[in-house]
Nanobody, 113 residues
Framework: VQLVESGGGLVQPGGSLRLSCAAS????????MSWYRQVPGKEREWVATINSAGGSTDYADSVKGRFTISRDNAKNTVYLQMSSLKVEDTALYYC???????WGQGTQVTVSS
């Protein structure tokens, strides 16, 4: 199993970023996928989940209305579109297949003026 996150970077408050997670080593289209984030010294926080077909999504209250999770099963990739970013969104972002005990290396998002 391999999960490779990308798309992070430095952005100003109010800005946008689109994260990608390329998955391999399992039947991507059969699994729900989630994004999590972690700040040093704090527990990993769930951000969003999308079902296997992409028709159902769920979000943490802290990102609802600002983030959008989506997937392309043909490309084995899950995305996280982040808008109206806040300083408190700064974290290392990870994707994960629900029920599969593997994590990628994460991609750093820093929101700062």
């Amino acid at each position: 199993v391999q999960l490779v996150e990308s798309g992070g970077g430095l952005v100003q408050p109010g800005g946008s970023l689109r994260l990608s997670c390329a998955a391999s080593g399992f039947t991507f289209s059969s699994y729900m996928m989630s994004w999590y984030r972690q700040v040093p010294g704090k527990e990993r926080e769930w951000v969003a989940t999308i079902n296997s077909a992409g028709g159902s999504t769920d979000y943490a209250d802290s990102v609802k209305g600002r983030f959008t999770i989506s997937r392309d099963n043909a490309k084995n990739t899950v995305y996280l579109q982040m808008s109206s970013l806040k300083v408190e969104d700064t974290a290392l972002y990870y994707c994960k297949a629900n029920g599969v005990p593997y994590w990628g290396q994460g991609t750093q998002v820093t929101v700062s003026s």
